[in-house]
């Protein structure tokens, strides 16, 4: 069952060929015999999911199923789950049992979805190969021996190996999409304000956002109808009339003008990747679509401003965890400022603390007009580039990551080698704009990811786009050895 | 040398909403500790903010009760900071653009001068939990019942020269905020607080001097006491040749004196920005008019009306409009009389009513004599059942819980005199008993009128109508 995608199980399940106990069984089943190389899940809720794929087989029975009734799926480790451990990867909160729901995830309940388990992340979702993770890097299906990519490793790398179909995840830099390239599946960074972020815990509020992991265009499409929507407890969730993100799979991209930033075919991106790049614009152009050079003037100033804004907010966001209520704290505090040294000293990992610092410092009187504001400036300069772009093309095109999956270890003692793996997925965070990720070949045997990015509002074109894509080629079918 | 002080005050209202600020959790007092702190109170993983909208519009309210700017987009800003009873380790405030801009506020002095206090700026922002030191054995407890309520921050201009100014001043906005029912004013409870800015410098310098703070005054004596200790403390410092320190300072009531709490180096950077989980606060002329509709009569025209409609003196209005709850209660209790009775009726509440109020410390709110039985017991002056002297009698058992008017002149038998001829027996008797002073009236000595008068009204345990008992001894004598 497990080679088949969310729209092919949930036909199945509609058609009585397996029922969801059967399908979340099996899939426990593979999580339990394969999870043990990848270090994907940091929790596995079997009985649970037992329980809801029981819900979910007596509600087809009674003529309740909607479209993904019966099909399980996982959770990225950064949305609140009532009653399981949500850890946010941090040793902060591995005591951390949430006492409510996401809205993501109640959507998903309410949805029929059984959860498979929460999956491993690099931690407070700062990190780009899910080496900072508290419980130990995910690895990479594909290559054991290499990073699956950040944040949302684990989400990517258990529906690259078929431990789940689908998968959330969260973007606030990069992290739906760089993962997904590394692993050669499908996922989309919804426009800022689409997905609901109640329940899903802040790293950087003004560019986090929530959005499914999946093998296709089609399955991401399928559970964004299940994600995406207004949720009043979000004061930057968007109203919106409802739609249906697949509405446009059919649509033939004939005729549809693809923007290319000459910013994002210059240095920096391996000879591999690249090549995998050409041939999908040689793919596009087969079907009638037409090819533009764009300017994004302002790119190469985006990983500087993200990283004053980033680390701003993380700052903030993360001054809660202080040892007082809930999550960590140190043992024996002698007095209150003990109490917070030792429990954010023993609690947070070295890349936190990294942001924390940068963050605090940026913020602090003296520098926030040189760091805080100038990158504010930017990333509104950042947005009109887009704006002025999207007068002349549909969508853009290009690498998601300058280069595949990269050894464990690799780059964790040169931190802005790090940061520079989002070189290419950070800017559109900064703008707020919908973007995502699709296999689109390989280079020496490691997945490679193209990058669509559309105009606001505009995820239905998109996934349409790379549904188009993915018809005419093999790439999203492919599984890695081992996990076949 | 003479010195003039300078004051300025930041004052902190609690808005009377029923929900906090930003979640949905109940903002009454006195609840069980951590019962009334929900998911966002307690800033657990993954919640949000969510603006409370009737906390805008008690704060664009007061924007318009003080003439003040409405800012069209406001923004929430971060005030980072650690401490165990703020959850989030920042607080949701209002920094470089607040919801209400520059406004005023006039006070009347004792002498009855008025001046006007600048308001530089009122925002919103959310209140913190409570730490409690005691019943924890060294350990320290925390109640987040109060995190999370709104809070209104208004910021005077340095404005105020002496601690009676200020304390006219915080008094007047007291008021206005209850008038305004935008917060209950209970200052006990710490609803309505402030921070005292205080500085000297000597007179006729323009330059302000040095300033300390004074945190967290609950009631206007200590705001009196605070400013006069920390003025003449600064003055002696200065005096002295020494030079005042900017500084946070805390006030003793116990010893009347202010102390030290943080200097300006240990002062914490707050690293305000702006906050992203909240859009900017944008507030439209429909949102400002449909709240200038809701406004009540505000102190300063009630003042107006009570002299214009009433008759009342400038004193007098302004004391029954110093808060609304009195003003109202004048009104019901002038319904009564007629407005004819104005005079009278503003006698007895700033008079009977407020000394006993005063007595037992009570509010109006809960006098034990309703406006209704005031009322009731001043018709009864005039309709000459009793006089005036009888009646206050009547009040005091009124109050101590005897009965209403007339049970309580029926009881104890207070029904004025008004029978002619029993009045002029107890005349005839009076006269028959004092010779003396008869004949001494009667060669010249007037001032003696009143004596008689005084021996009738003894004999009638001052029951005797005093208009006849005058007009009757005038023909006899």
Not at chain 1, 100 to 107: E, G, I, P
Not at chain 1, 156 to 178: C, E, K, N, Y
Not at chain 1, 419 to 441: C, R
Not at chain 2, 217 to 236: C, G, H, P, Y
């Amino acid at each position: 069952m497990h080679e088949k995608s969310i729209a092919e199980l949930a036909a199945a399940l509609k058609e009585g060929e397996v029922s969801s106990v059967e399908l979340t069984a099996h899939y426990l089943r593979r999580i339990e015999t394969l999870d043990d190389a990848l270090n994907a899940y940091v929790t596995v809720t079997g009985e649970q999911a037992m329980e809801a794929a029981r819900a979910a087989d007596e509600a087809r029975a009674q003529g309740h199923a909607g479209p993904l009734t019966g099909v399980p799926i996982a959770h990225k480790d950064i949305f609140c789950t009532e009653g399981t451990r949500t850890s946010c990867g941090s040793k902060m909160l591995d005591n951390f049992i949430a006492p409510y729901d996401a809205t993501v995830v109640a959507r998903f309940k309410a949805a029929g979805c059984p959860i498979l388990g929460k999956t491993n992340m690099d931690e407070f979702a700062m990190g780009s190969s899910n080496e900072t993770s508290y419980y130990g890097p995910v690895k990479n299906p594909w290559d054991t021996e290499r990073v699956p990519g950040g944040s949302s490793g684990g989400s990517a790398a258990v529906v690259a190996g078929r431990l789940a179909p689908g998968a959330t995840g969260t973007d606030t830099g990069g992290s739906i999409r760089q993962p997904a390239a590394l692993n050669g599946v499908t996922g989309i960074k919804p426009t800022y304000g689409r997905v609901s972020r109640w329940g899903m815990i802040a790293f950087a509020s003004s560019l986090d956002q929530g959005g499914p992991m999946a093998r296709t265009a089609e399955d991401c499409a399928l559970m964004l109808n299940v994600m995406a929507g207004f949720d009043h407890r979000d004061s930057t969730s968007i109203q919106r009339p409802d739609e249906d993100f697949t509405r446009h799979m059919n649509t033939p991209v004939k005729g549809l003008r693809i923007g290319l930033p000459k910013q994002f075919f210059g240095e920096g991106m391996d000879a591999g990747v690249a090549r995998v790049v050409d041939e999908a614009i040689a793919h596009y152009k087969g079907l009638g679509a037409e090819f533009v050079e764009v300017d994004l003037p302002h790119s190469d100033l985006s990983v500087a401003a993200y990283y004053v804004v980033a680390p701003a907010e993380c700052s903030s966001n993360l001054a809660r965890f202080d040892g007082v209520r809930y999550g960590y704290r140190c043992e024996d505090p002698k007095d209150l400022l003990d109490l917070y040294m030792r429990s954010r000293g023993e609690g947070f990992g070295p890349e936190v603390k990294r942001r924390i610092m940068v963050g605090t410092y940026a913020l602090s009187a003296g520098y926030f007009d040189a760091y805080y504001l100038k990158a504010q400036k930017i990333r509104r300069l950042i947005a009109e580039d887009f704006a002025s772009a999207f007068k002349e093309v549909d969508v853009i095109l290009g690498p998601t990551a300058p280069s595949t999956a990269f050894r464990l270890g690799e780059k964790t003692n040169d931190p802005v080698t790090m940061y520079l793996s989002d070189i290419y997925t950070i800017a559109v965070n900064l703008a707020g704009l919908p973007a995502l990720s699709l296999p689109a070949g390989f280079s020496d045997g490691l997945p490679v990811g193209l990058q669509l990015i559309g105009n606001y509002f505009d995820e239905a074109r998109l996934l349409g786009v790379a549904h188009q894509y993915q018809v005419g080629t093999e790439w999203c079918g492919m599984a890695p050895g081992g996990f076949v | 040398m003479e010195w003039e002080t300078v004051i300025g005050l930041e004052i902190h209202a609690q808005l009377s909403t029923r929900s906090k600020i930003f979640s949905g959790a109940s903002t009454a007092y006195g609840a069980e500790p951590n019962t009334q702190a929900c998911a966002v109170d307690l800033g657990l993983p993954g919640v949000l903010p969510v603006l409370n909208e009737k906390a805008v519009a008690m704060a664009v309210k007061l924007g318009l009760a003080i003439d003040a700017q409405i800012t069209p987009r406001s923004v929430f800003a971060r005030k980072n900071y650690f401490y165990p009873d703020l959850p989030k380790g920042y607080q949701i405030s209002q920094y470089e653009l607040p919801v209400v801009g520059r406004g005023h506020l006039d006070i009347e002095l004792d002498d009855g001068e008025t001046r006007t206090i600048g308001v530089t700026r009122a925002h919103l922002e959310e209140d913190a939990g409570k730490s409690l030191h005691e019943d924890f054995h060294g350990m320290t407890g925390i109640d987040l019942n109060r995190a999370g309520t709104p809070l209104l921050e208004i910021v005077s201009e340095p404005d105020m020269r002496s601690s009676r100014e200020a304390v006219a001043y915080m008094k007047k906005m007291h008021s206005l905020v209850r008038y305004l029912g935008i917060c209950d004013g209970n200052m006990q409870e710490g609803s309505f607080r402030c921070d005292a800015n205080v500085s000297v410098r000597r007179k006729g310098t323009e330059k302000f001097g040095t300033r300390t703070e004074i945190k967290n005054l609950n009631s206007f004596r200590f705001l009196e006491k605070a400013i006069e200790f920390e003025v003449e403390r600064q003055i002696d410092v200065l005096e002295g040749g020494g030079a005042v320190v900017q500084e946070t300072r805390l006030f003793d009531p116990d010893k009347g004196e202010t102390r030290s709490m943080r200097s300006k180096e240990e002062a914490n950077d707050y690293r305000y920005f702006p906050d992203p989980d909240l859009l900017p606060l944008d507030i439209d002329s429909t949102f400002i008019e449909q709240v200038r509709a809701s406004l009540p009569e505000l102190p300063d025209e009630k003042k107006q009306r009570f002299m214009n409609h009433y008759g009342l003196s400038a004193y007098d209005a302004s004391t029954l409009t110093s808060s609304r709850e009195m003003a109202d209660y004048f009104e019901a209790v002038v319904e009564q009389a007629g407005s004819g009775q104005a005079k009278m009726v503003a006698n007895w509440v700033m008079g009977e009513l407020s000394g006993a109020l005063n007595r037992e410390g009570r509010e109006i709110g809960d006098s034990p004599v309703s406006a209704r039985a005031l009322g009731a017991l001043l018709a009864r002056i005039q309709d000459n059942t009793i006089s005036g002297k009888i009646a206050k009698e009547v009040f005091e058992a009124m109050w101590a819980g005897e009965g209403d008017a007339d049970m309580v002149i029926e009881a104890k038998g207070l029904k004025q005199i008004t029978d002619t001829g029993a009045i002029e027996q107890v005349i005839d008797q009076v006269i028959a008993d004092n010779p003396k002073q008869l004949e001494q009236y009667r060669s010249g000595k007037d001032k003696l009128f009143g004596f008689f008068v005084g021996q009738v009204m003894k004999q009638t345990g001052g029951k005797a109508n005093p208009a006849q008992v005058n007009e009757l001894l005038k023909k006899k004598l």
